[in-house]
């Protein structure tokens, strides 16, 4: 039958203003989470991470944070700009025994209001 | 550094028929994972190669395999060809090491088309 497509929630935010996206995940051993942004017609493009010992890690107008507590994860975006308008994915993993199996959300759209 | 490469770009393909799609790592990465990523089913992990050998591995039927090259590249074989096969086929590669947890680096799919 027909597929249907994951309904991907929106966050419309002017340009400047900061933008907060949010993200819960259910495995409590995850131990690294990371950000993506995915433009049309691209993959997925590395923003940040952060590790389970840290609750909050800052890069270039973007900040990440992470509560254990009730597993959530954030990206804010400062002063956010045009270029900024894409899919955002947060992506979790907590592979026993090594490896990188990243688990992802199912991403939220980003669209910047001139 | 150039990033990680895929090729092809796109493919069209029919239903019984099987495909590989290829990927080269940035230089110097030695982990390489696929996902597959549908509007329906979002991004999938498939599998991770790492010194040639499969360390993890997703829920995937076994028409789905893949192996490693000595110099990292990778590739990935989908045999007897879906129509719900129809995807965005992502490579990622990330840095030397065993325990994981290193970031991966996404290169720009392959797009695949079963008709």
């Known amino acids: 039958g027909e597929s249907v497509g994951l309904h991907l929630p929106t966050l419309s935010v002017q340009e400047g203003d900061n933008s907060i996206i949010n993200c819960a995940y259910s495995?409590?051993?995850?131990?690294?989470f990371i950000w993506y942004k995915q433009e049309s017609g691209k993959g997925p493009q590395f923003i940040i991470d952060?590790?389970?010992?840290?609750d909050k890690r800052q890069g270039q107008r973007v900040t990440v944070l992470l509560n254990k507590t009730v597993k959530h994860l954030s990206l804010q975006i400062a002063a956010t700009q045009p270029g900024d308008s894409a899919v955002y994915f947060c992506?979790?993993?907590?592979?026993?025994?090594?490896?990188?199996?990243?688990?992802f959300g199912t991403g939220t759209q980003l669209k910047v209001e001139l | 550094k150039a990033g990680v490469t895929q090729t092809p770009r796109y493919l069209i393909k029919t239903r019984g028929q099987q495909v590989t799609l290829s990927c080269s790592p940035i230089s110097g990465h030695r982990s390489v994972s696929w996902y597959q990523q549908t509007p329906g089913q979002g991004l999938q992990f498939l599998f991770e190669y790492f010194s040639e050998t499969q360390r993890n591995k997703g829920n995937f039927p076994g028409r789905f395999s893949g192996r490693q090259f000595s110099n990292s590249r990778s590739e990935m074989n989908v045999s007897t060809l879906e129509l719900g096969d129809s995807a965005l086929y992502l490579c990622?590669?990330?840095?030397?090491?065993?325990?994981?947890?290193?970031?991966?680096?996404f290169g720009p799919g392959t797009r695949l088309l079963v008709l």
């Open positions: 952060i590790r389970s010992n840290m």
């Open positions: 992506a979790e993993t907590g592979a026993t025994g090594g490896g990188n199996k990243l688990t």
């Open positions: 990622a590669s990330s840095l030397p090491g065993t325990g994981g947890r290193e970031t991966q680096y």
């Open positions: 495995n409590s051993a995850s131990d690294y």
